[in-house]
């Protein structure tokens, strides 16, 4: 409200200053009920959710622990020293695929090329680490290494906090506030996704273009109301982003490529006037997104991914344990190598169906997000959007089959998605007990957060 008051004597109109006991009213006013009241609310709680952020971060970051974490460090700190995306781990198998698949035949020790990683999470923390001018100079005294305090950390912390913002704001979009606001609240409370956020391995900026991904297809495929059409324009600009998210999650984690057959199905059923025109457009658009680094793979080594592909023959019959990565020439025979394959897809799909699926993430959310496929929710996008889903998440069950705990660990990718729809599940539940008191239902509510938090803090894939 203004502190002035517009006056007309005769023809001259004068402006009049409140009196201080009209602005101390006015303050109050708007601290009690007005913009002020909502400010201290959207303040406590992002000062809530960095305490928790912080907290956590002191009392479970203690350096980081898996050799893949301090492999991506590495190569950050090359790209940044050389501007080259070259490793100081020279794999005896990099070395081999390096000799039959080039010209040149050449293993090239010095300035030995990286064919086994994507580089979009290296190119961050490269840029970080030049951003902080680190010398990487270890101080024996204190079991901290700065970079990771400074640079790997906050990445992953960065990363976290815009997929809260995305996943309030998918909630918004596919359901309403109160869904949303819970929602988010349930991601931040989730010991997996800080746990991703200080691993240093990438998966919670995978996580963070993913649910870009979805958020700009939901944007692209329609609006809340039925009665608004979406013009093409708009259509063009969110399908172009999300085609644009969907590939740097791709180069940031290879894995994250089973999003495309999901998405090109999901414009196929949502845009039914044009069931060729905007899947098509996707996967053209996410194709020119990762093809320099497709590319530049085929000009290094000679394959699209390098030696990627070949990890799915890591801790099978023919190479137990690591021993792939440590073998110089190894013997590849088409025959031995499917039958390997097929036994470890066979029992590590087993395992991941049994274990990794029905407790993702927490088992209380992920049980009520697969009650959701026994229900029809009216508007067709959100009963599409989680139909897509599924397939993009047993695409991954697949793939992560082949590929070990390093790629079932990209599950995480789809628990923001997942607490949605288990939240508003739970709503859905809840609104049809129809309480009389307000107070039940709030206590409710509580128990049902408390419960899981305590089931997030203890879940693991």
Same mark, same amino acid.
């Given at each position: ?17 409140? %009196? ?41 970051? !203690?350096?980081?622990? $898996? ?35 080039? !010209? +040149? ?16 999470? %290296? ?17 024996? *005294? ?5 970079? $990771? ?56 900026? *995978?996580?963070?273009? &993913? ?13 809340? +109301?039925?009665?608004? %059409? ?42 039914? !006037? ?56 190894? &013997? ?10 097929? &036994? ?60 070990? %705990? ?46 899981? *938090? ?8």
């Amino acid at each position: 409200m203004p502190y002035y008051r517009r006056q007309k004597t005769g023809s001259r109109e004068t402006v009049a200053v409140k %009196p201080f006991e009209s602005r101390i009213q006015d303050l109050v006013y708007n601290v009690d009920v007005g913009i002020g009241l909502k400010l201290i609310k959207h303040g406590l709680y992002i000062l809530g959710v960095l305490v928790v952020m912080l907290l956590y971060t002191v009392t479970q970051f !203690k350096g980081l622990k $898996e050799a893949e974490s301090m492999d991506y460090a590495q190569l950050g700190r090359n790209l940044m020293q050389t501007k080259s995306f070259i490793t100081q781990c020279v794999r005896p198998a990099s070395m081999w695929y390096l000799i039959e698949n080039t !010209k +040149k035949h050449d293993p090239l020790i010095d300035g030995h090329p990286d064919i086994l990683h994507p580089p979009v999470y %290296p190119a961050l923390l490269a840029a970080g680490f030049r951003a902080v001018h680190y010398n990487f100079d270890a101080d024996a *005294a204190s079991y901290l290494y700065p970079p $990771e305090q400074w640079v790997v950390i906050p990445l992953g912390h960065l990363a976290t906090l815009l997929t809260g913002l995305l996943v309030f704001l998918m909630g918004l979009r596919l359901f309403d506030r109160r869904v949303a606001l819970i929602s988010v609240s349930l991601f931040y409370l989730s010991n997996m996704v800080w746990a991703d956020a200080i691993s240093g391995l990438g998966v919670s900026l *995978a996580t963070f273009f &993913t649910t870009l991904t979805f958020y700009f297809a939901i944007l692209s495929a329609g609006t809340p +109301k039925a009665d608004q %059409p979406v013009t093409t324009w708009r259509r063009l600009v969110f399908c172009v982003l999300s085609a644009l998210a969907c590939a740097l999650a791709i180069l940031t984690r290879y894995g994250t490529v089973v999003l495309v057959p999901a998405l090109v199905l999901y414009y196929v059923f949502s845009v039914p !006037k044009h069931r060729v025109f905007w899947p098509l457009l996707f996967a053209v658009l996410v194709a020119l997104g990762v093809a320099p680094w497709l590319a530049r793979n085929v000009l290094v080594s000679g394959g699209l991914l390098g030696l990627a592909p070949y990890t799915a023959l890591a801790d099978t019959g023919l190479f137990p344990g690591d021993l792939l990565e440590r073998t110089l020439a190894p &013997t590849i025979k088409l025959g031995a190598v499917v039958s390997a394959l097929k &036994t470890k897809w066979m029992s590590g799909f087993a395992d991941l169906y049994t274990n990794a699926l029905p407790t993702l993430g927490d088992g209380i959310l992920a049980g009520l997000f697969f009650a959701t496929f026994f229900y029809r929710f009216v508007r067709n996008q959100v009963h599409l959007f989680r139909w897509c889903l599924l397939l993009a998440l047993l695409l991954l069950l697949a793939l992560a089959a082949f590929f070990g %705990p390093a790629t079932a660990r990209l599950l995480h990718i789809f628990w923001p998605a997942v607490i949605l729809y288990g939240t508003v599940f739970f709503f859905m539940l809840l609104d049809r007990l129809d309480f009389e008191l307000r107070l039940i239902n709030m206590g409710v509510l509580v128990a049902f957060m408390l419960v899981c *938090a305590m089931q997030i803090g203890r879940a693991h894939v």
